[in-house]
Structure formats: structure tokens, C-alpha cells
């Protein structure tokens, strides 16, 4: 799967480079190349590092290439430990401008670096080392560096042809023992990344149950159903209706049990206050 499907982002960071304004005009080119230029072969484990060269090149000022590998036999190192990501190194050729795409898919076998120059930084033209990939031999075997996608461009924004030079590594316990030798690339701090915006991940939604209605009806008891069910011939909500009625029903006949219970009180109260209002009689007729 590609890092990023949409293929006319040099127009975007080419007017990112050209804020500052324009000087320079294109001239006429034969197609330049980018690529690899020789065949490498090294021994398992092995670290190395490839360039990633543009060739017949003239006034080249934004590029936007991909390279892909072979994941079980090459792995890509970083780059930039300090940064997010896995990145490839940015070399010489062009100055430290823009970088819109600098990733690294080790498990796709996937490479995509897309930038541009700022003002007032001028054209370049010839050949030069644009990348350096730096890589861990896994296993034994061969693996093609393929320039799957490459696009250039002036200044100005006109395209430059560019033609993809695939390479080869071979990885192969009977290689010669292969000389390090540390190509220069670019100060990392001199590099101006711009962010771009990643997948969203979607909140995963678990859903939640509320525990089945309990309905006290007394000390002891307890109905529980689940809302619209009921007995044969009853329609949804009418169960909930006739719970509501029989628990007023029941609360009012335990209300009128209440005071029946205590009926002796009642007399009490209401001989006492008979005996009072007659006492209260025979005061006033003796005054």
C-alpha cells in the first residue's frame, strides 16, 4: 500500500519554497535519472549505506520519489533517532529546505521523501547524492531497490523528466567483506519538516447494558421484567402501567391496614377529648 496515494504534491511544496519569492527561470533539460548506479553485495548482519543519486539533472529544486525493498532481506536504520518515525538521510545535492514526506515502512518494504528548496537557495543541475539509505542485511538473497514513483521540478514548477534507475542487493554469506564508508549527509536541525495529518483512530464504542428493573412490591419481594414483557395478550408499555397501578393499589391498602391496626388509639384520643369538652361544661355551670 502506498505511504500516500495522491501523486501531485510537488505543486504544494514547491509554493512552500517559493514564498519568498521567484528569480530564476527553467531551462531545457534531456531526462535526468535518479536511482542506483551500481550493484552492492554484502554479508548477513552486515549495516551499509546506498546513496540514492540524481543524475543529468538541471535546475532541479523539488523531487518527490519512492523506493521500495525487499522487508525480508533489507531493513532500513534510522536516520534521525530523535525524530518520530523511521527516516533516510538527506544528502548534499539539494539544500536543506522543506521536507513534506520522510518515511520509512520496514514492514511494507516502503520509502517515500518528498521536498523542496526555499528561497533563496538557486537551482542545481549535474548529479549529486539526493538520500542515503541506511540498511541492515537480514537474510540471504537478493532484494531490488525499485524507484516505484519519481517526479521533479524546476523553480517554477514546470516538471522535470525524471527517469527510475532500480538497483540490486545481494545478501550472501560468501560476499566480500564490504568497506564502510560514511557518506556525508545533511544536519537534520537545518531541515524544516512539515507535519502531516495521520489517520484518526476511532474511539472504539463499547456498548452498555443497564441491569434488568427491579420493582419492589414488599419486604421480601421483588418482581423483575424486562420492559414490554408481560403475559399473553398484553401490549408494550401496558405492563409497565399495570405494575405502577398495582403498586399504588398495594401501598394504599397497606396505608388503610395501617390505621386499622391501630384503631384502640383512635378511641383513646377520642374519649379523652369527649371527657374534656364535658369537663369543661360542668366547670363553666357551677361558675
Known amino acids: 500500500m502506498r505511504l500516500l496515494k495522491n501523486r501531485h504534491l510537488l505543486s504544494v511544496i514547491l509554493l512552500l519554497g517559493l514564498l519568498c519569492g521567484v528569480t530564476n527561470t527553467a531551462a531545457a533539460q534531456d531526462t535526468a535519472e535518479i536511482g542506483f548506479f551500481e550493484a552492492i553485495e554484502v554479508q548477513p548482519e552486515q549495516a551499509f549505506e546506498v546513496p540514492v543519486i540524481v543524475g543529468n539533472v538541471a535546475d532541479l529544486y523539488a523531487v518527490d520519489v519512492e523506493i521500495r525493498f525487499d522487508p525480508a532481506v533489507l531493513q532500513v536504520e534510522d536516520a534521525s533517532p530523535n525524530q518520530e518515525g523511521t527516516q533516510v538521510g538527506l544528502g548534499t545535492f539539494l539544500d536543506a529546505g522543506l521536507i513534506l514526506y520522510n518515511q520509512v515502512d520496514n514492514d511494507q518494504g516502503l520509502i517515500r521523501f518528498a521536498m523542496t528548496q526555499v528561497n533563496p537557495s538557486e537551482p542545481k543541475s549535474g548529479e549529486g547524492v539526493l538520500l542515503v539509505l541506511y540498511f541492515v542485511a537480514q ?94 395478550g398484553e401490549e408494550p408499555g401496558e405492563v409497565e402501567k399495570n405494575q405502577a397501578e398495582g403498586i399504588r393499589d398495594e401501598d394504599n391498602a397497606e396505608a388503610g391496614a395501617s390505621i386499622l391496626d391501630y384503631w384502640w388509639v383512635v378511641l383513646i384520643v377520642v374519649l379523652a377529648a369527649g371527657g374534656a369538652g364535658a369537663y369543661l361544661m360542668l366547670s363553666k355551670k357551677k361558675s
Not at 567483506?177 to 495521520?198: K, L
Open 139 to 232: 537474510s540471504e538473497g537478493d532484494s531490488t531497490l525499485e524507484v516505484s514513483f519519481a517526479e521533479a521540478s524546476t523553480r517554477l514548477g514546470e516538471a522535470i523528466a525524471l527517469e527510475g534507475v532500480d538497483g540490486l542487493v545481494t545478501v550472501s554469506s560468501g560476499a566480500p567483506e564490504r568497506q564502510a564508508t560514511e557518506i556525508p549527509v545533511q544536519d537534520v536541525g537545518q531541515v524544516t519538516v512539515i507535519p502531516t495529518s495521520a489517520p484518526t483512530a476511532t474511539p472504539t464504542i463499547t456498548p452498555t447494558f443497564d441491569p434488568t428493573p427491579t420493582l419492589e412490591m414488599s419486604e421480601g419481594e421483588a418482581v423483575s421484567e424486562l420492559p414490554g414483557e408481560g403475559s399473553a
